[in-house]
């Protein structure tokens, strides 16, 4: 990915349809699980990827509950 | 539905007397643990061990107490435990992220975009992605309003992390994702109105 690239990603966004944050937050237990399970977890949580794509935030707390998870 | 160890632990913490107050302790642990996990991942951003352990203890009765006020809600659809350490986990970061910007000056200055080098146009860059780099910049000038502005830059180019820019803003952090959402969307009707397809550059220059 070029620096253009990640620029426009930060100021554009993802393109497909997304879920909110407070949607995000009730559902990444669920989410993670899947995702550490190895199943499919954009299936059953559909718009999470793509709101983990243009939110820093909720990417930092589902990349640290991935992390937990698999140190325990 | 819950699994047998999630339903043990709803009937402990719904019950009364001492079961109770042991899950309450038990879980509060959890939470403890999971707060300085995050804290040890972000002891960079911490000045030093007895902020981040005072930090972690912050988070975890924060925690604590949300999860307690929220224990109806629990569907079942996760473990108990991971449903728990998300909480912790969010309240954790949030603290972090806030002491990392306490002392750092947010522009709040809805016109800060026309200062950033990022977004010129310049020579550097190859024709088309210099093309549309100039209508990101009409659009960010002429679609958005001044609120959608000022989220814009200061989330997507000056990386201030939501939660910190609704705290200044007074705000909450689901509607200011929801104004950075709508001025994303503002956007690239814009782009796609000028026949730009913003996906189409990389895929070019992959293939």
Partial sequence: MTRDDELLGRVLGPAGPEIGCE???????????????????????PGMREHLEGCPACLEEHDSLVALLRAR | ????????????????GHEQEDATRRLHELLLRAARFEVGRRRSSIDGAADGEQLAADAAHDALMKVLAKLDTFRGESRFTTWVYKFALLETATKVRRRTW?????????????????????????A??????????????????????LVLVSVALE??????????????????????????RKLRIHLAEQGLDPEGIGREAAA
């Fill in chain 2, 1 to 16: 539905m819950h699994d047998r160890e999630s339903a043990a632990w709803i009937a402990a913490l719904s019950s009364e």
């Fill in chain 1, 23 to 45: 949607d995000c937050f009730d559902k990444l237990d669920r989410y993670v699980e899947i995702e550490v399970a190895g199943g499919d977890p954009d299936t059953a949580v």
């Fill in chain 2, 102 to 126: 306490r002392d750092r000056e947010v522009a709040l200055d809805p016109d800060a975009w026309s200062r950033m080098p990022d977004l010129d146009a310049g020579p550097q860059r190859e």
């Fill in chain 2, 159 to 184: 990386g201030v992390p939501i939660d910190v820019l609704a705290e200044r803003l007074d705000s909450t952090r689901g509607a200011v994702y929801k104004t950075l959402h709508d001025a994303r």
């Fill in chain 2, 128 to 149: 088309e992605a210099s093309e549309l780099m100039a209508a990101v910049r009409c659009g960010i000038r002429e679609a958005l309003t001044p609120h959608q502005r």
